[in-house]
């Protein structure tokens, strides 16, 4: 059982960057510590009629650059070690894909899957009363978005109170609502879109075709899932996914391998447990006899794939198992799926990869395209947000690269060292160092 310690693990990482760019101590400093951190407790009722309190986190982490932007996540882990380095990764990946926003995160500490719809809507009310009452968000201030286990409905509660709050409205507070609040089309697979250019112009780079590319995804939640169709439509080989409870893995071509109906059935049941697909829905124990088997996520994380997608929590890949990862490119679309440990040890075995800073910052490029049409009022076109999305991720990705060659440094590295130099320049040119 390792212990996650994810702050720790930006401050190494930013480290690095910090010395392969030479910042001055000032500004290392500017980057090590985040503005602000607000705490609460968040009380609200039950079904019961009991009260139920929460510890509540919003950590703004730099707003050099614009208005402070990151998701709110529900969780038992997000505590405030967690939500400070997830604030500090906003800020680095809003630079990298050259967005004109800060960092920023937002965290309950709570099992959001032991709550009734109703109380996570009370629950949901109440930390964004407190996160406007004080100050905290607003349109041109912090700008929060879905994060783990939140949701477009739980945007549209929270976009209702704040206006309930300030007496007006103000849809560019928060992003990733539903279309019918402001929420912008393509926002809802954007993370996985993004992943998918990013990686495309990668294989593009070693030459080789997404029908000859085999894939596991571990976490196959919206990103994940979103992922798995995107990659299968284009022709990959998806061959294995996972969930929090465990996973499916085809020893077969991806045709055998129906990653819709898997969707479909988890959006109905919740959990790919309990039934695979090929052809007609069947159960799980049936297809053991075929090709396809059950597999744990630590399995999962070992299958001999040519691209490992990890689309589920932070420090699944850490010192104890990376040398046991097989696949040769790992796209991070969860935020530090990979710990600085196991880095050494995957870059030592030649494997890339493709960092969260820039492999899942198409979701909140796309939020930005989102705050951007509610403050002027206009509506775009699904088409129009993906080329532009597919821009940022194409200029992020030629950025990144030219690091990579100018400082002959590890991919991550690379991406650290383009986020972490656009910060610095701001704070320059505002005097802050
Ligand atoms: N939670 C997402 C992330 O970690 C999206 C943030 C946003 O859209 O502001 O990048």
Request: one cysteine or more; charged letters at 25%; hydrophobic letters at 40%.
């Amino acid at each position: 059982m390792t212990i996650k310690k994810p702050f720790e693990n930006f401050l190494k990482n930013l480290r690095t960057a910090s010395e392969t760019a030479q910042l001055s101590d000032a500004a290392l400093a500017g980057l090590e510590a985040p503005e602000a951190i607000h705490k609460t407790e968040v009380v609200f009722a039950l079904d019961s009629g009991e009260k139920m309190t929460v510890p509540a986190y919003r950590v703004q982490h730099n707003s050099a650059r614009g208005p402070y932007k990151g998701g709110i996540r529900f969780h038992h882990e997000a505590d405030l070690d967690e939500v400070k380095a997830l604030a500090s990764l906003m800020s680095i990946k809003c630079a990298v894909v050259n967005i004109p926003m800060g960092g920023g995160k937002g965290g309950i500490q709570v099992d959001p899957k032991k709550l009734s719809k109703s109380e996570i809507e009370r629950m949901s009310r109440a930390y964004f009363r407190w996160g406007t009452e004080q100050g905290i968000f607003g349109v041109n201030r912090d700008v929060p978005a879905p994060d783990v286990y939140t949701t477009p409905q739980i945007m549209a509660w929270m976009l209702d109170e704040h206006e309930k709050v300030l007496g007006f409205k103000s849809p560019g507070v928060i992003t990733g609502k539903p279309l019918e609040l402001g929420g912008s089309l393509g926002r809802s697979y954007a993370t996985s879109q993004g992943g998918f250019f990013v990686l495309m112009k990668y294989l593009e780079k070693i030459g080789k075709k997404p029908e000859d590319t085999t894939v596991a995804v571990q976490g196959f939640g919206n990103a994940g899932a979103y992922f798995a169709e995107i990659a299968h439509k284009a022709g990959f080989k998806v061959i294995a996914v996972s969930d929090s409870k465990g996973g499916v893995a085809c020893d077969c071509d991806s045709d055998a391998f129906d990653v819709n109906k898997l969707s479909a059935w988890k959006k109905e049941h919740g959990s790919l447990r309990g039934n695979f697909c090929q052809g007609e829905t069947c159960d799980i124990s049936k297809m053991k006899s075929e090709n396809v088997k059950t597999v744990s996520n630590a399995e999962l994380l070992e299958l001999d794939v040519d691209v490992l997608v990890l689309a589920a929590l932070d420090g699944v890949v850490h010192a104890e198992n990376a040398a046991r990862v097989n696949a040769p490119i790992i796209l991070e679309l969860a935020n530090g799926p990979v710990t600085p440990e196991a880095d050494e040890i995957l870059e030592e075995k030649d494997c890339v990869v493709i960092p969260d800073i820039l492999a899942n910052a198409g979701g909140v490029t796309v939020s930005y395209f989102e705050w951007v049409q509610n403050r002027s009022g206009d509506v775009w076109e699904e088409e129009f947000v993906i080329s532009k999305l597919k821009k940022v991720m194409e200029n992020a990705y030629a950025d990144w690269m030219k690091m990579k060659d100018q400082y002959d440094t590890s991919y991550r590295n690379a991406a650290f060292v383009l986020g972490v130099n656009r910060i610095v320049t701001t704070m320059k040119l505002r005097g802050t160092i």
